[in-house]
């Protein structure tokens, strides 16, 4: 494991057998959050209370065997970027990056990737706008 300074770690957080996980500064992990062996998170990552990351789920891929007996399959890191907000009780599906600077809204089922800066919501996640648009608007 690996850990960056002031970082804060909520009660009763799970982070599975604590190998190949990356904390990066400034950063949370929230109260009740199950983290699994293979995140990276980056610097300034908020966290809410009840997420949930998945880091593996059972393969399904054959139909001759029970799903039971095909064992786990294999994902890449879930990563997030800097600047990250996960509202409550989101849930993270295994292999997803969340890009820089997104808010993931709370509840959310976060079952794809979305461009940086993004708010996104809902189950299955959508978009929900644009945080680059918000900063265009308040220029114009």
């Known amino acids: 494991m690996t850990c ?24 949370g992990i929230g109260i009740n959050a199950k983290v699994p062996n293979n995140i990276i998170t980056g610097d300034h990552v908020m966290m809410g209370k009840n997420v949930t990351i998945f880091g593996s789920n059972y393969a399904f891929d054959r139909i001759d ?6 064992g786990m399959k294999v994902y890449p890191p879930v990563v997030i970027e800097d600047d990250v907000w996960i509202g409550n009780n989101s849930i993270i599906l295994a292999g997803r990056t969340i890009k820089k600077g997104t808010i993931i809204a709370a509840g959310t089922v976060l079952t794809k990737d979305f461009p940086e800066y ?16 918000i900063v265009q608007q308040k220029n114009e």
Do not use: E, Y
């Not at 065997?65 to 095909?70: E, F, G, L, S, V």
């Not at 993004?118 to 648009?133: E, F, M, Q, T, W």
């Open 118 to 133: 993004s708010v996104v919501g809902g189950n299955p996640s959508k978009l929900l706008k644009s945080r680059l648009d």
């Open 4 to 27: 960056g300074k002031n970082v804060n770690i909520g009660t009763n957080a799970h982070f599975g057998n604590g190998k190949h996980i990356v904390i990066g500064f400034n950063s």
């Open 65 to 70: 065997i029970p799903m039971t007996k095909q």
